[in-house]
């Protein structure tokens, strides 16, 4: 069983920086598309960026291209998401996704394995 772990949330102004990291325990994320999603109070769940087990670029949702990036550390199995010029709206809860099976970066990509969530709050 494939349990993933997100960390590097917190309280940012805007206009600040976060990196966020996905570790997982079990197996190596190495061998998983890894997707990054978040979800704001009230609305629903928004595909961040995602990524093929194989690296290769990132694909990005609209409202975070330019300033997010994601990436892969194969040595330490480990998938981060830099975030850059961060703003009130991408104030959410942020989750790593895993799947063996390719899905993409739609909200509603049925990932198998999902991590516990790391909030992210972008406030002055």
């Known amino acids: 069983q494939l349990q993933l772990v997100e960390s590097g949330g917190g309280l940012v102004q805007p206009g600040g920086s976060l990196r966020l990291s996905c570790a997982a325990s079990?197996?190596?994320?190495?061998?998983?598309?890894v997707g990054w999603f978040r979800q704001a109070p009230g609305k629903e769940r928004e595909g961040v960026s995602c990524i093929r087990s194989g690296g290769g670029n990132a694909d990005y949702a609209d409202s975070v291209k330019g300033r997010f990036t994601m990436s892969r550390d194969s040595a330490k199995a480990t998938v981060y998401l830099q975030m850059n010029n961060l703003q009130s709206e991408d104030t959410a809860v942020y989750y790593c996704?895993?799947?063996?099976?390719?899905?993409?970066?739609?909200?509603?990509?049925?990932?198998?394995?999902w991590g516990q969530g790391t909030p992210v709050t972008v406030s002055s």
């Open positions: 079990g197996y190596s994320l190495n061998l998983y598309n």
């Open positions: 996704a895993a799947d063996s099976r390719l899905h993409g970066c739609s909200g509603y990509a049925p990932y198998d394995y």
